[in-house]
């Protein structure tokens, strides 16, 4: 297949959540928006084949250079085609085990939609129709079909409600896609639905008045103090001393194979020496969310590392005086879903920077302008990203290279401080 690729602009990149029942992560169905070409009078002459285009980069551009595994996490990737991509091949440039095919429900089924499912599901493709509502001309593809995508924030609740039930029959997984709360996750799943996707993970449910348990108080005072800019080893190695599972993992990290010492390492001080008080912070970050979380709501914390590392590379990119503080910001701006309480709770127990803190309670200032520009971003708001990152002084190519790169660094990290 050959699809022209000139006058090539940026192509923005982001993931949207899969998670089943129990809030594991299923997959990500990747979500793509492509630049105009041009302003002329041809610029959306063929909106058909703008789609083709953007869909062909996004299989191009964004997974080739981004890394499918990266993207996902080494779990599958839900990628839309187009009917003209779909029929022409363009599947073929995806592996069938970490690939589910995604088509719009009003794809026009004509014969060769019909023999090219029928073929993709023999060569062990998985094909999901998105935004299905009964009666569509999409249900001759139920046979070929594995998961069936229905908007619930949008169709009637009677209707979406009763689908589980009318498709019993084709064996196909049924997924509620634009979840935004708590409440609508319970009603889909209480219907029957399997998996469900959207943002409400995000979002917390109920709010503990209680203290926090020493525990996480004190992995609280850890994120704000290894994230201050001033930071020194001697302190650094106080604070890791304090920590016997993370003072043992820092001893398990440095002398692992990757670091080929010929001698054991026992000096908590050289060890932080060998590793840098950069890897040491980013890998204390991991943890210390994940003590937080105390095994639950595992996404929220991935994406409060990819938020973190995208305003650090934004502050670097204005030459703010404290990136780390911008690193701080992302990272806690999910802390209100991670412990269940308000976030002015939360903040009030930490040693934040002023502006840091009231970015995080949504005042108006240049942190919260940051942050904004991410979130939009990671939910694929394109044009609030856009708007966002202008009023913070940044170009519109910036923002998707830098969630590119964070995605990177999220998965790098993860795999580092799970071997460690």
């Keep these: 297949m050959a699809i022209g690729l000139d006058a090539r602009k940026a192509v923005s990149i982001a993931r949207q959540p899969i998670l089943d029942p129990s809030g594991h992560i299923f997959g990500y169905e990747l979500l793509y928006h492509r630049e105009p070409a041009d302003t002329g009078a041809d610029a959306d002459a063929d909106e058909d084949a703008s789609g083709d285009l953007a869909g062909a980069r996004v299989l191009t551009d964004g997974i080739l250079a981004v890394g499918l595994d990266a993207l996902t996490s080494g779990l599958r990737a839900f990628v839309t085609l187009t009917h003209h991509l ?4 363009a599947a073929s440039l995806l592996p069938p085990e970490s690939t589910v095919l995604e088509l719009a429900a009003d794809i026009n089924v004509d014969d060769a939609v019909i023999d090219t499912c029928r073929r993709l599901r023999d060569q062990g493709y998985a094909i999901a129709l998105d935004n299905f509502r009964a009666g569509q001309e999409a249900h001759p593809l139920l046979p070929w079909v594995a998961f069936v995508k229905v908007d619930v924030q949008h169709a009637p609740a009677a209707e979406w409600s ?9 064996k196909v997984k049924l997924v509620a896609e634009h979840v935004e709360t708590p409440e609508v996750a319970a009603a889909a799943r209480a219907a029957g639905y399997h998996l469900f996707q959207g943002f409400y993970f995000c979002q917390p449910t109920t709010f503990a008045r209680t203290p926090l348990p020493a525990r996480r108080l004190a992995y609280l005072t850890l994120l704000s103090a290894l994230n201050r800019d001033d930071l020194s080893l001697d302190e650094v190695e106080n604070l890791v001393k304090h920590d016997v599972s993370l003072s043992y993992r820092v001893l398990r990290s440095v002398n692992s194979a990757a670091f080929g010492l010929r001698e054991e390492v026992t000096s908590m001080r050289r060890a932080l020496m060998l590793l840098g008080l950069i890897q040491i912070r980013r890998w204390a970050s991991v943890w210390s969310l ?18 973190a590392r995208c305003c ?9 005086p404290e990136s ?12 209100d879903v991670i412990l269940q309480r308000p976030m002015a709770d939360v903040v009030a127990d930490m040693p934040l920077p002023v502006a840091i803190k009231e970015a995080l309670l949504g005042g108006s200032n240049e942190a919260r302008v940051v942050l904004d520009a991410v979130i939009a971003h990671e939910r694929g708001a394109w044009t609030d990203a856009q708007t966002a990152a202008s009023r913070a002084g940044y170009p519109d190519a910036a923002l998707p290279k830098i969630y590119a790169e964070a995605l990177r660094w999220t998965r790098e990290i993860s795999l580092q401080a799970k071997a460690a």
């Design 324 to 335: 780390g503080s911008y690193f701080l910001l992302g990272l806690c701006s999910l802390l």
């Design 290 to 307: 994940a003590g937080l979380s105390e095994g639950g709501m595992p996404e929220a914390v991935s994406v409060a590392l990819i938020r």
């Design 162 to 170: 009763a689908l589980p039930g009318r498709l019993k029959a084709f």
């Design 312 to 320: 650090e590379l934004l502050s670097e990119q204005m030459d703010a």
């Design 86 to 89: 779909l029929v022409e091949g």
